[in-house]
């Protein structure tokens, strides 16, 4: 069975403060791993996908990186409007057959302090 | 334009009323997707819609009726829904179901089951 781990499960930093989400995986046959960000009553918002190990991807601040068991999204100088849920998910499709799923990861409670 | 869009953004329902959720997305994806959202909890998938067709159903209640009437709208019937089926709704879409292209949120629909 899939598994989507994500840790810690609550962040909380000073503004300018560094550091790194996780997401660690255990499926099998991974199409793509996508990070998302989500605000307290609304959508995820599409933030990278990230295909294979050793891919990075980078927006603003924000920095995803992946290996072949987990990927970290880097938060470099967070401000407070970086406060969110940020989901990790992942796309299989079983070696065995069957259909594409996706997984998300339970999310990293992020709260950015001024 | 990334939008999504879901109608009505709150609904409070009775356990033996009708109603439908609604989405549209005007990116030309031929995926589209349902997930329920629990509080603190990840998206859980719901149905796929691939082509307008239906390509998976995650064991869901027969009560949760999909429907697809073009490739830019989905909608969820509801019907003799329960006080546990209380969540946030959310409509996805993207390029298509069989690559590993991301999926697009929209902003999700409020149900409260009284």
């Given amino acids: 069975e899939d598994q989507v781990t994500q840790s810690p499960e609550a962040l909380r ?19 793509g791993l996508f990070w998302y960000r989500q605000d307290p009553g609304k959508g995820p918002e599409f933030l990278f996908t990230l ?5 990075e991807k980078e927006k603003e601040r924000l920095k995803a990186t992946l290996t072949k068991k987990e990927s970290f999204l880097h938060i470099t100088a967070p401000k407070p409007e970086d ?3 940020y989901l990790c998910a992942v796309r299989t499709l079983p070696f065995s057959g069957g259909y594409q799923k996706v997984t998300f990861g339970t999310g990293t409670k992020l709260q950015v302090i001024p | ?9 709150h ?11 609604k989405c549209e997305q005007h990116m ?7 997930y329920k959202q629990k509080a603190k909890k990840p998206p859980e998938l719901m149905f796929v819609y691939s082509y307008e067709k239906l390509s998976i159903n995650e064991s869901v209640p027969s009560r949760f009726s999909p429907e697809c009437p073009n490739s830019s709208l989905l909608n ?7 006080p546990e089926d209380s969540a946030l709704y959310l409509c996805a879409s993207s390029q ?13 629909t409020r149900l409260t089951v009284t």
């Fill in chain 1, 13 to 31: 930093l000073q503004e300018g403060e560094s550091s790194s989400l996780n997401c660690s995986y255990t499926v099998s046959g991974l199409r």
């Fill in chain 1, 51 to 55: 295909y294979s190990a050793g891919e």
């Fill in chain 1, 83 to 85: 406060s969110a849920t």
């Fill in chain 2, 1 to 9: 334009d990334t939008e999504v869009t879901q109608t009505p953004k």
């Fill in chain 2, 11 to 21: 609904l409070v329902m009775g356990m033996t009323n009708k109603k439908s959720l």
């Fill in chain 2, 28 to 34: 030309g994806h031929r995926a589209m997707y349902w």
């Fill in chain 2, 76 to 82: 969820l019937h509801l019907h003799a829904l329960q």
């Fill in chain 2, 96 to 108: 298509d179901w069989t690559s590993g292209y991301e999926q697009y949120f929209g902003p999700g």
